[in-house]
């Protein structure tokens, strides 16, 4: 059957009141479409030779590779602990989203002033340095919650200064 075909059966159905074979029929095809896409045998089958691949570069030192090895962990994993290590290890290799992203997932880990909160610092302070302005921002939050306004909007500032939106609205915020 045809596209057309297979429509105007579907039409011819509907005008002859026979809706609710339209609704089983449109039901049973969302169900079949929804199970194919959980399935991950199918969606994921070429995902193995990338993931090998990202995993031997970043063996390597290539940095960005270390980085999308986090984000595959992060995102499809949902693996933050594995995450983790490839951010800091993509940090080391000096990319700065993972320096950000690694102190996000490490200060989600602590409570303030632990020494999770104090690596955060380190990873968000080196990609800040280098001018990158979320992790400015972020160091901006992270000092705000320990309390210290003053710090907050020092690095509030910085990030502001570097386009950041949300760190020119804490800025003007804490300034008031």
Known sequence: MKKNETFGFLFFLIDNGKENIVKKISTALFVTIIFLFVSGNNVWADDDDIVRSLETRCAEGDSRSCFLMGQRLRTVELDNKSAL????????????????????????????????????????????????????????????????????????????????????????????
């Open 85 to 176: 290590i490839y951010y800091v290890k993509a940090c080391e290799l000096n990319d700065m989203d993972g320096c950000n992203i690694g102190g996000i997932l490490t200060q989600q880990r602590g409570l303030q002033n632990s020494q999770d909160w104090k690596d955060a610092f380190k990873l968000f302070a080196k990609a800040c340095e280098a001018k990158h302005d979320s992790a400015c921002a972020n160091i901006g939050s992270l000092k705000y919650r320990e309390g210290r306004q003053k710090a907050a909007i020092k690095y509030y500032t910085m990030a502001c200064e570097l386009g950041n939106e949300i760190g020119c609205a804490n800025t003007q915020r804490l300034k008031r």
